[in-house]
């Protein structure tokens, strides 16, 4: 079984081009998430490289930072100046808010958190946060700016807070927060300054929990039934809630037995194990997914927190008496409770007036904290409580409130989260820039991948073009040196041998007589006739024509040498192309067959040859007024067999017209496209 000869280079350019263009058509435009795509169009743009590293850099930064905490907001928002409340503001507007030190204190960091308040179609995160300020520090001997966004606008911070170092190398005794451009709501006009709180961190601690609110200074002020007030930027409730990690809790603290009355007093205390010095007590509310929609779920309504040496608080010594008014409920904020100078062994909540329930009443907390210095010495210390959720409730437990945990997870330190928080802030501005630089690189690199695209397909086409071209005269040119290796063998020893037999008959007719004289006769007249075909093979071969007239220019001689003594006439009525080579050779065969089948056996005195083109078919008849024939009883040797066969080997027909004493009309029709195009070398 032979294999199956492959498509020629131009045949399968077609399918070639087709199919890139189809890879460039669903490749860039359609297959945006293809695995292979990233790859090449980072290598293609430079600009486009850098910013996707960047955008990577970013998220699996943003990853590792503290998660934006879900709205921890209380009744009491923060703080506000609605003074800027005009039509149009047309001047410079300036705003400030001081915070005055109960003593110097060495800083690590000023902390400004935003407020979430819904105005109009705005939600709310970052309302009123100023767009251009400064933060200073003073002391007696001067102040110096630690933060300076006067020169451009500060982006948004929505619910998360910008963190400010303040070196703590320097003692502090005042800070001053000054607006030069309020936070606009553009197609009203309104413009306003908020801010949900200001901490100041010295190691874990907020020094603004000790300071009362007469520390607070500010410019001008908002107050609002204790919603918007100065009071609000240091009492310790914001957006943000207690500070946490990314360990989650498997409790949610501690849960007292239910009460049918709200004024049911309930209280919970902790066993610090021994006497111990301590300046802070921390509260917080219990939050958590199961509470969701119930921020600050069961703490109290009314409280006072205690200390005492022995665990029946015979004589408790008060740390915050909280029982006259109701307490704001802090959600997941904690309550600080500042506690100079205080030493004991046992703290106690005791809850006056109880949150109510549904049906009835409780007092639950997440978590309480003491510390000694920068220390949490309740952790996991021995909790006991008046009573407790009813068993079994593993979530509720009296030891969960010193477990580290809130209902959500760990509890960590200010300024690692409150650093982070900040950080987070940043990298989401920064991510926001670089995937907008990203996608404006990446489009630029879809552009050039697509123009390189349609360029490799071009040069491809091309270079394709070129290398079928130059495969195509390198194949004519190996062919032409093989139809000369032919024609030269076929003369140098066929032809020499048929010129040896002519030689060789002609020199024994000379001697021979009878039989053997006829039989030389014979021999010589069929070498001289093969080597006189063979030369004109060779002629073809070596020499073809390159036009049509060439062609026929040699069937012209040919009938010149062969019908020699015969009046003959060659007439040509319409312009002939050049057939291919394959259909000379055999036309000439024919032309010749013919020629000697007259010259042989007709006797003609008159031989017509006509060559006409009858559409895209060519005709060749030939006419002569021998002694004609019954083509129905046809004497083998009258070589009509080979004719035909020659006839079929054109893809023609041949027609012979004879009658016995009238003659022949030998026509031969065939179309020379079939057997492929003229091949000029």
Partial sequence: MHAARPAPPLAILPRLLAGVLGLLATGVHAAESSAWLEPVL??????????????????????????????????????EIVSFLRPRVDRRLEGWIGIELDQPEL?????????????????????????????????????????????????????????????????????????????????????????GEVMLLRGPRNVTARLPASAVRVSESFESARVWSKDNL???????????????????????AFAARADDAKWVQ????????????????????????RPGFGFPVRFKVECADEPGFAAPRMLLDHTARDFPNPAANPVTIVTPGARARYVRVTATLLWERAENFAFTLSELQVYAGERNVALGCAVQALDNYPAPAPNWAPANLTDGFTGERRLVEWPDWLHGLSRR???????????????????????????????????GVAGTIVVVRRSRRIRQRDLERLRQRIA???????????????LLSEMGLRRADGTVRADLEEIHRVARQTADSMRDIVELIQR??????????????????????????????????????????????????????????????????????????????????????????????????SLQHRAKALGGSLGIDSRSGAGTVLTLTFDPRLLGVAHTP
């Fill in 488 to 502: 030269a063998d076929l003369h140098d020893e066929i032809g020499s041998n048929l010129g040896s037999i002519a």
């Fill in 270 to 293: 902790v066993d610090l194990g021994r006497d111990t010095a301590f300046d802070e007590v921390r509260l917080i509310g219990a939050t958590g997914s199961q509470l969701a929609g």
């Fill in 42 to 79: 980072r290598t293609l743009n430079a600009d486009y490289r850098a910013a996707s590293a960047q955008v990577g850099r970013l998220r699996s930064e943003i990853a590792q930072l503290p998660e934006t905490p879900f709205n921890q907001q209380s009744g009491r928002i923060g703080f």
């Fill in 234 to 256: 240091i009492d310790g409730q914001s957006v943000l809630g207690a500070p946490v990690g990314s360990e989650h809790s498997a409790t949610l603290g501690y849960h007292s």
């Fill in 544 to 641: 073809p024509a390159v036009t049509g007239e060439e062609f026929l220019a040699k069937l012209r001689e040919v009938a010149a040498r062969m019908l020699a003594g015969i009046e003959s006439t060659f007439e040509v009525r319409t312009p002939v192309e050049l057939p291919s080579l394959t259909a000379q050779r055999h036309l000439l065969l024919t032309f010749k067959e013919a020629l000697h089948n007259i010259r042989k056996h007709a006797r003609a005195r008159r031989v017509d040859i006509e060559v006409t083109c009858l559409g895209a078919l060519l005709q060749l008849r030939v006419t002569d007024d021998g002694v004609g024939f019954d083509p129905a009883r046809i004497p083998d040797g009258h070589g009509l067999t």
């Fill in 107 to 195: 800083l690590d960091a000023i902390v400004l958190v935003p407020v979430d308040a819904p105005y109009r179609d705005f939600p709310g995160p970052g309302y009123g946060f100023p767009v251009r300020f400064k933060v200073e520090t003073e002391d007696d001997a001067g102040g110096r700016v630690v933060a300076d966004y006067t020169t451009r606008d500060f982006p948004n911070p929505g619910r998360l807070p910008l963190w400010v170092p303040v070196g703590g190398e320097e003692a502090v005794s005042r800070v001053r927060i000054t607006m030069m451009e309020p936070w606009r709501y553009l197609p009203t006009g309104f413009a306003v300054l908020a801010l």
């Fill in 425 to 459: 802030r940043e990298a989401l501005i920064e991510l926001g820039g670089a995937e907008q630089l990203a996608a404006q690189a990446r489009a630029a690199a879809l552009d050039r991948l697509g123009h390189m695209g349609w360029a490799t397909v071009l040069a």
